[in-house]
């Protein structure tokens, strides 16, 4: 990785033809005590995993899979913010190199013209009210042709190949990455999580817009309104009054 300009961040690389899945082994290394910066990246994933124990489809070299560790001076509260941080990396770095202007849908997905190029799996392990580690997965659709997505995805996902009809280096595209990362990452560190907000904000999907939502089976609807420290969504509900979601389940219209 010659293009690499970071101090820490993919100062160590494991890369890897074919694996289970990247975000075990970084957690493997993480807890065995590997430094802050160490990337896992793979060609392949034979066991890619999504979000609340979902399978990501990644049985293929179409793609960027990699997970990094980082051992950031924070809260447990706040390690939702990585995840949003990483969010705030990759729509740099996919507008950089299509020039096409992505969204964020929360909490995790990026969206193409709607469709999901991009997905992020944050995980974090907490000692003393301390983080002891995170590790960050981050999966981007990047050379897969339409006739290449497969159910269930097939409607629903994209890739920067089928947005653009051009193909990437996948390693440019890796680099880019951690380059951007670690200048995002060390200014949250130094500054905080306010830039981070606001500039995921410029980018948020649907804000402003109503949105269904339901809670212990409730269903409820209200106005996205604005995102929280802890990486929460904030919404006014049809009362005036806001209300912090965690965990709720959202249909967006
Ligand atoms: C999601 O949208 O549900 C998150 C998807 C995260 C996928 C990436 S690919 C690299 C890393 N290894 C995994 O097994 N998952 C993450």
């Known amino acids: 990785y010659w293009g690499l300009k970071t101090k820490s961040i993919g100062k160590k690389i494991e890369h890897y033809d074919q694996i289970e899945s990247t975000q075990t082994l970084a957690i493997k290394r993480a807890q065995e005590g590997c430094d802050e910066g160490l990337v896992i990246i793979a060609e392949k994933q034979i066991a890619g995993r999504g979000r609340r124990a979902r399978h990501w489809d990644s049985n293929h070299d179409k793609g960027v899979w990699l997970s990094l560790v980082l051992r950031p001076d924070i809260m447990p509260i706040q390690s ?19 020039q096409l202007k992505p969204e964020v849908k929360w909490p995790n997905d990026i969206l193409i013209n709607g469709k999901k190029v991009a997905g992020i799996l944050t995980q974090a392990q907490a000692e003393h009210d301390q983080v002891h580690y995170a590790v960050i997965g981050i999966g981007l659709n990047v050379n897969q042709e339409k006739s290449e997505l497969t159910d269930p995805i097939k ?80 919404i006014e509900n049809d009362d005036r009054q806001q209300e912090k979601l965690y965990t709720a389940k959202i249909h967006w219209f």
């Open 80 to 98: 939702p913010q990585l995840t949003l941080l990483t969010a705030t990396v990759l729509l740099d770095v996919i507008e950089e190199i299509t």
């Open 155 to 234: 409607h629903s996902a994209t890739s920067l190949q089928i947005e653009t009809s051009k193909s990437y280096s996948k390693q440019l595209v890796i680099q880019t990455i951690l380059n951007r990362f670690e200048e995002v990452y060390f200014n949250y560190l130094k500054d905080g999580f306010k830039s981070i907000k606001t500039k995921w904000l410029k980018s948020a999907y649907r804000l402003g817009e109503r949105l269904e939502y339901s809670i212990n089976g409730e269903v409820k609807s209200g106005v996205f309104i604005d995102l929280s420290d802890d990486g929460c969504l904030i």
